[in-house]
């Protein structure tokens, strides 16, 4: 079987739509197949029918939290994506982002860029604004040369340029997942760049709230991150997820369905469905 359990779509800031990476997914080869927009469960709704003969679709989500002074991003997978408690919570974190790009928006015009949250906004194209979008705004209009240089001169680089305050808590968003039927999956967790103990801090305080599996491969990575975090999914008896965080054709580091197996003595998280 082949899995990518991590994906984006337009819903929110990925750059093919969900019929689009449906039929990529298949030429990839991948048989099951989570979609985690931003914040958004849009895709699901866009696709008359999921799934697509050889290919089974996971209803998903990936939401924005906090935890303590750290930005974290929680996957929800199998979730029940019609659900009111996932309406409300999608509703909440769109609020949450719209402030937040104007926070955002207010930040650049002191560097004197206007007009960028109408910008950003414009190539959101309807669906959850984020940084990526502010990227694309700045690189139009010649402030940057390319959304790398966006993110780090004036997005905050793996902070975040909005601050964290717009988000809810770690512990919240694993509640909305629980409530919505789903499992609650610590996305990408060598992303956050924490020491060895403040991961370990951080994976034990998904596992009180509710966490049920964690992100083992996340698109192409070092070894040795995946033994440390298999260790992590040992130790907290975690299920273990894989997934590319696929956005865009052309990241080789993020290709859709290139993704090492999973070491064997863990249990796959689609297991526990
Ligand atoms: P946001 O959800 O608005 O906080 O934006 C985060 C998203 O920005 C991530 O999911 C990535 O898609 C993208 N991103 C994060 N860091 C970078 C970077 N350094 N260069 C380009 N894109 C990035
Ligand atoms: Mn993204
Ligand atoms: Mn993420
Ligand atoms: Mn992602």
Known sequence: MTADLHTHTTASDGSLTPAQLRAEACAAGISLLAITDHDTTAAMRALERPDDGRLTIIPGVEFSTRWQRQGVHIVGLNIDSASSVMHSACATQSEARDDRALAIAERLEKHGIDDSYAGARAYAAGGA??????????????AVATPAQAFKKFLGGA????????WPSMATAVEWIRDAGGTPVL??????????????????????AGGGAIEVISGQQKVEVTTQIADLARRYKFAASTGSDFH????????LGRLEPLPGDLTPVWDTW
Do not use: Q
């Open 187 to 208: 996305a990408h967790p060598a992303k956050y760049r924490l020491t060895r103990s403040r991961l370990g801090a951080l994976a034990s305080a998904f596992r009180d």
């Open 129 to 142: 604004i984020g940084r990526p979008h502010f990227a694309r705004y700045l690189v139009s209009i010649g």
């Open 159 to 166: 902070g975040d340029a909005g601050g964290i305050g717009h």
């Open 248 to 255: 865009e054709p052309g990241r080789p580091w993020a290709a």
